[in-house]
């Protein structure tokens, strides 16, 4: 079972940037497609952003396309979401997830997710 540990969420200023990192446990990290997804107060969990087991191919929610960069670095078993240019409607808890099917465009395509980190974003 992996365990998923994410960190670097915090208040932060309209405008602002923060990155967030998820370490995961286990030697086959580099097997599996990653991504992060987030919860807001009274919200549906909904699927921010994917990427594929190298790093070369990314997916992303329209509405933080050209904002938010997903990332890993395989030999440090991490992934990353630097967060740009943040919004009140980007604070939710975010969660890194890993991909139980190949796939990672949708909520659906995630199995396994960590306890998450708050993002709160003030106006």
């Known amino acids: 079972q992996v365990q998923l540990v994410e960190s ?3 208040l932060v200023q309209a405008g602002g940037s923060l990155r967030l990192s998820c370490a995961a446990s286990g ?3 580099n097997n599996y497609a990653m991504g992060w997804l987030r919860q807001a107060p009274g919200k549906e969990r909904e699927f ?3 990427i594929n087991w190298s790093g070369g191919i990314t997916s992303y929610l329209d509405s933080v396309k050209g904002r938010f960069t997903i990332s890993r670095d395989n030999a440090k078993n ?4 630097q ?4 919004k009140p409607e980007d604070t939710a808890v975010y969660y890194c997830a890993r991909s139980q099917s190949g796939r990672y465009l949708h909520l659906a395509d995630f199995g396994s997710w960590g306890q998450g980190t708050q993002v709160t974003v003030s106006s």
């Open 8 to 10: 670097g969420g915090g």
């Open 27 to 29: 030697r086959t990290f």
């Open 48 to 50: 921010v952003a994917g």
């Open 78 to 81: 991490t992934v990353y979401l």
């Open 83 to 86: 967060m740009n240019s943040l």
